[in-house]
């Protein structure tokens, strides 16, 4: 049994910044990827970031060079620094972990945690 509990989401003005962190614990084996989901009223979820176990990233085009995400190994932990925050990055964020292993494929999601970005 696998738990992801993440923190930090909340109210925010334009071009500021939040920390999202995700702490997973229980019965994890193998090697993680571990990233951040979004889903904004009337659109699909996308893949926000993600970081492997060796700490190559992958980030969508519209946060580049705003959002970072990073780990820590030792804590089961990932974290998303976001910065100059737009009115387009309002949605619930989800934790994602998922087994590196593709097979079996394994994954597992956070309960999500509201980002709003307004004036």
């Known amino acids: 049994q696998v738990q992801l509990v993440e923190s930090g989401g909340g109210l925010v003005q334009p071009g500021g910044s939040l920390r999202l962190s995700c702490a997973a614990s229980?019965?994890?084996?193998?090697?993680?990827?571990m990233g951040w989901h979004r889903q904004a009223p009337g659109k699909q979820r996308e893949l926000v970031a993600e970081?492997?176990?060796?700490?190559?990233?992958n980030y969508a085009d519209s946060v580049k060079g705003r959002f970072t995400i990073s780990r820590d190994n030792v804590k089961n932990t990932v974290y998303l620094q976001m910065n100059s925050l737009k009115f387009e990055d309002t949605a619930v964020y989800y934790c994602?972990?998922?087994?590196?292993?593709?097979?079996?494929?394994?994954?597992?999601w956070g309960q999500g945690t509201q980002v709003t970005v307004s004036s």
């Open positions: 970081i492997t176990s060796g700490g190559t990233t």
């Open positions: 994602h972990v998922e087994r590196e292993l593709l097979f079996p494929k394994r994954d597992y």
């Open positions: 229980g019965s994890m084996f193998g090697t993680y990827t």
